[in-house]
């Protein structure tokens, strides 16, 4: 992770990494549709909580909204309002940097085509060395080889 994440507002501000370490996540007046001729699905959200050591469940019926606040985190649809992890709306970010803050563990697993490497590190960011612990982190070393399945090529699903 670079030190620095750049703000992709009229400013171009770049602020240091250490502004997301006030340990809150704040919503604020997030509203969400998906065109401007249907209905809100989120409208005005706002809450804010402690993220320090946290697991935070974001509970409701299907078709609440669950799903439109992570595709909002992700910068998938057009959200107004904002998210702020410590001091950082993550809605004034590139989409390239506010996506490089999160992590996402999908329902449905899925690996993209490619090889291990390619879909554990898709840009070439890290060594072999840092995927490896990476893998014996999550207990998945025992059931790979891995140093011959890390370039072998799987293809997609
Ligand atoms: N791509 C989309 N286009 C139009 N409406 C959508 C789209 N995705 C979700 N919705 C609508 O947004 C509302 C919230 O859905 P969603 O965020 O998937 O809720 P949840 O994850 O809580 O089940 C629902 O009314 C759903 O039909
Ligand atoms: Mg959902």
């Known amino acids: 992770m670079e030190d620095k994440i750049h703000i992709a507002n009229q400013n171009a501000k770049i602020i240091p990494y250490n502004s997301l370490e006030n340990n809150k996540i704040k919503v604020n007046n997030l509203s969400v549709r ?8 989120l409208h005005n959200v706002s809450f804010e909580c402690d993220i320090e050591n946290a697991k935070i469940a974001i509970v409701g019926r299907t ?9 909002s985190m992700l910068r998938m649809n057009q959200p ?7 001091d950082v709306d993550l809605l004034d970010l590139d989409v390239e940097d506010s ?10 697993p899925f690996l993209i085509e490619g090889s291990l490497r390619d879909n554990l590190d898709p840009f070439g960011k890290y060594s072999d060395e840092r995927l490896i612990e990476v893998l014996k982190d ?12 890390m370039d ?3 293809s997609e699903n």
């Open 138 to 149: 999550s207990k998945l070393q025992e059931s790979l080889n891995i140093k011959e399945e």
């Open 99 to 108: 996506r490089s803050l999160l992590a996402y563990i999908p329902q449905e």
């Open 63 to 71: 078709g609440s909204g669950k799903s439109s606040f992570l595709l």
């Open 34 to 41: 998906y065109r401007e001729d249907l209905p809100y699905v």
């Open 152 to 154: 072998k090529k799987k």
């Open 80 to 86: 107004t309002g904002s998210i702020k992890i410590g």
